[in-house]
């Protein structure tokens, strides 16, 4: 591969961290690398935080500051206004979740809806996302998916969630930014593609405003793209898709083994790899007519899309391609690349404490159980201090 190994350098990657924030980025990783630490940890807090017991404060000071903005969106406009100075622009994530009342639906769509007020102003927020399940029931898409009538009362509410979906990309479309729709279960998954799909075909006739989300860790995905391709030049529009490898591996592989169906997660983590792989390729083979966000902490992935940009002679900064990392991970890649000129975004994701903590559980398990990611982070980190400490 031709272009330089540039996610070794410390000094850039941490420019943003004061030396108490990197030891406290250390104790962390190296907590969250115990793997019985993690387990017996998770349960503890949910237990503290349903028993109400005054945790909030302890978790706030830990594990959600350092992967969270803040409570609020104002709360995170310290971080995003830093980040912003070093070339990487934020992603607001209102990432509470399992709530399921058409109130709270509603007001998911709010907070995106003011978050796009805000990106309006600021240019360190130039997108905007939220994820299928915020903005509608889970019981209704897997419904939606499997073909079945719904209800009259159903099909009155699947409505107020096409109206949701509406609402956030024409404001996408009227305010020149970008919005990016996550991807969640398979099993919910074809009703949301299907209502992705028809704001694609909506909203992304002159450029793509809307993105879906493919994770690669299923196999079906690179048919899929296809067809979906096929289907955008027949009709007129542009594709926009933010890839990622999938973080719900482990509930998938059970489910369908409890049920008996094959699952439709690929083979190996080498087999997701390649596929991964395939579609970053495909996509750069197609940019005329798909734009992409990669979401990715995987290092060869990230070297490979710049080695591809560079091949195809893709300026760094065209706004066709995006780089992207979750806060307070792998900023390694996200620093390092944004020093090159490249576009980079980080997802904050930001919520009451007690209702970000199934995302915050998701990412000390997926700490712990990716082998080598929290290594990696810890080598990183300790090479900082070293660094820091010969000055
Ligand atoms: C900006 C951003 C947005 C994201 N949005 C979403 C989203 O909308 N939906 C979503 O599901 N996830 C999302 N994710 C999470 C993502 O799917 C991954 O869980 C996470 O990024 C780890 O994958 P990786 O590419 O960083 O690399 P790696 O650490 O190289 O890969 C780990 C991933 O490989 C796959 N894998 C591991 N072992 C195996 C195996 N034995 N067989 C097959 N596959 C295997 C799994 O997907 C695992 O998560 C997002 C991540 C980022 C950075």
């Known amino acids: 591969m031709s272009v330089e190994r540039i996610f070794d350098n410390t000094e850039v990657a941490f420019a943003l961290k004061s030396d108490s924030e990197l030891e406290r980025a250390y104790f962390l990783f190296k907590m969250i690398s115990i793997e019985p630490l993690v387990r017996i940890g998770t349960a503890a807090t949910n237990f503290a935080i349903k028993a109400h017991l005054p945790v909030e404060g302890l978790i706030r000071a830990t594990v959600f500051d350092h992967f969270c903005g803040g409570v609020s969106e104002n ?3 310290p971080v995003i206004n830093k980040m912003y100075e070093k070339g990487v622009s934020s992603v607001l994530d209102f990432s509470v979740e399992g709530k399921e009342s058409e109130k709270e ?4 769509r709010d907070v995106v809806l003011k978050i796009m007020e805000f990106s309006k102003e600021l240019k360190a927020i130039p997108i905007a996302v939220f994820k299928p399940t915020g903005f509608g029931r889970f019981y209704l898409y897997e419904k939606m998916g499997k073909g079945e009538t719904l209800t009259s009362a159903e099909q009155e509410e699947w409505n107020k969630v096409i109206g949701r979906y509406d609402g956030v990309c024409k404001k996408a479309k009227d305010y020149n930014i970008a919005v990016l729709i996550d991807a969640e279960e398979s099993w919910m998954q074809d009703a949301a593609d299907a209502l992705v799909t028809d704001m694609m075909k909506k909203y992304n006739t002159e450029k793509p405003v809307v993105y879906n989300t493919l994770q690669m860790y299923r196999h079906d995905r690179m048919d899929f793209l296809r067809k979906e391709h096929e289907k955008a030049k027949k009709e007129g529009y542009k594709l926009g898709y933010k890839i990622v490898r999938g973080a719900y591996m482990e509930k998938e592989n059970e489910r369908a083994e409890e049920k008996g169906y094959p699952t439709p997660i690929c083979a190996s983590k080498l087999a997701t790899d390649e596929n991964f792989n395939d579609c970053l390729n495909y996509i750069l083979e197609h940019l005329e007519d798909i734009s992409l966000f990669a979401g990715t902490h995987n290092e060869e992935s990230s ?10 002679g893709v300026e760094h900064n065209d706004s066709r391609v995006w780089f992207g990392q979750l806060y307070g991970m792998s900023d390694h890649i996200s ?3 944004s020093n090159l000129g490249y576009n980079v975004a980080k997802y904050i994701p930001f919520g009451p404490v007690k209702d970000v903590m199934p995302y915050l559980i998701r990412r000390a398990e997926e700490n712990t159980s990716v082998a080598g990611q929290t290594g990696r ?8 201090k070293k660094r820091r400490k010969t000055l």
């Open 75 to 77: 709360d995170c406009l």
């Open 105 to 108: 639906f509603d007001n998911a």
């Open 335 to 337: 620093f390092n690349l």
């Open 377 to 384: 982070e810890l080598n990183l980190l300790s090479k900082e």
């Open 303 to 312: 070297y490979l899309l710049m080695d591809l940009m560079k091949r195809k």
